[in-house]
């Protein structure tokens, strides 16, 4: 807010979304060096163990909420409130005002359109349980828009939203 003080706030709270989410956490965790810490950490048995953990956003995304809990007890507000926004600082600069992800830019157009639903699908998913393919699908109002294949269901679904407003944009 006190960047962006005349954002109305329906922005604001979409741009909070986004700097709090698991990829925004799971790359400040990287940048802090959290998984390479964690894998140390790990008995020398269970390092292989670690390192698989290690590379999944959302153990990464976990450590960094981990990590700020135990400063904000241990330190207070005000030291962590500064850690924070240095960690975070890449991913404030890029939530911009009236920018909106796949997802969130096809449920607004579909509604100012005044069409029916739109419903993601997951139909494929490949790949080892450690490191995972997912293919989803997205119908607006029954039919298929557009089909996406991701690291995480969310990028499945974004891609195939991104290819839903291609078509939409298209006119197909």
Known sequence: MRRHPSVDEGDLSWMRQVVVARDSCSAAAEAAGLPALLVEAAPP????????????????????????????L?????????????????????????????????QE?????????VAYEVTDTTGPPQDPRFTSRVRVGGEVMGEGTGRSKQASEQAAAAQALARLASGS
């Open 45 to 72: 048995s269970r390092r292989a163990a670690a390192a698989e953990l290690a590379a999944r956003p959302t153990v990464r995304a976990a450590l960094a909420e981990a990590v700020i809990g135990a400063a904000w």
């Open 74 to 106: 241990d330190l207070g507000a005000e030291p962590t409130r500064a850690a924070v926004l240095e960690a975070f600082a890449p991913a404030l600069d890029a939530a911009t005002p009236g920018s909106r992800d796949s997802k969130t830019a096809l």
């Open 109 to 117: 157009l579909v509604a100012r359109r005044g069409r029916a639903t």
